[in-house]
């Protein structure tokens, strides 16, 4: 199984980007997609997670800005970021916990992606 992230870059304050992470591989089902991030010095922190139900969970520092959404057919979840702060920087990383096709249920964590809020 392979997590693939995108969307990452250099955005000013205010600005808006879209990260994309795609899962490939040997998936039977996937229960939960969503993105952490990482600031340099900093722990890896929930940014939101979506289950296949539709559920949403996202961090205070997230809510009213960011908004996630998957597309169970392609195994794709994206993160729409609107009103980016310089506080927003930080390494993205995709995550997906899933059922193989061999039954085995695991959490995947795809490579990163960096966006950079600044002027």
């Known amino acids: 199984v392979q997590l693939q992230a995108s969307g990452g870059g250099l955005v000013q304050p205010g600005g808006s980007l879209r990260l994309s992470c795609a899962a490939s591989?040997?998936?039977?089902?996937?229960?939960?997609m969503g993105w952490y991030r990482q600031a340099p010095g900093n722990q890896r922190d929930l940014v939101a997670t979506?289950?296949?139900?539709?559920?949403?969970n996202y961090a205070e520092s997230a809510m009213g800005r960011f908004t996630i959404s998957r597309d169970n057919a392609r195994n794709t979840v994206y993160l729409q970021m609107n009103s980016l702060k310089p506080e927003d920087t930080a390494v993205y990383y995709c995550?997906?916990?899933?059922?193989?096709?061999?039954?085995?249920?695991?959490?995947?964590w795809g490579q990163g992606t960096l966006v950079t809020v600044s002027s």
């Open positions: 995550y997906a916990l899933i059922v193989t096709r061999q039954s085995s249920r695991g959490g995947y």
């Open positions: 979506s289950t296949t139900g539709g559920n949403t």
């Open positions: 591989g040997s998936i039977g089902s996937i229960a939960v």
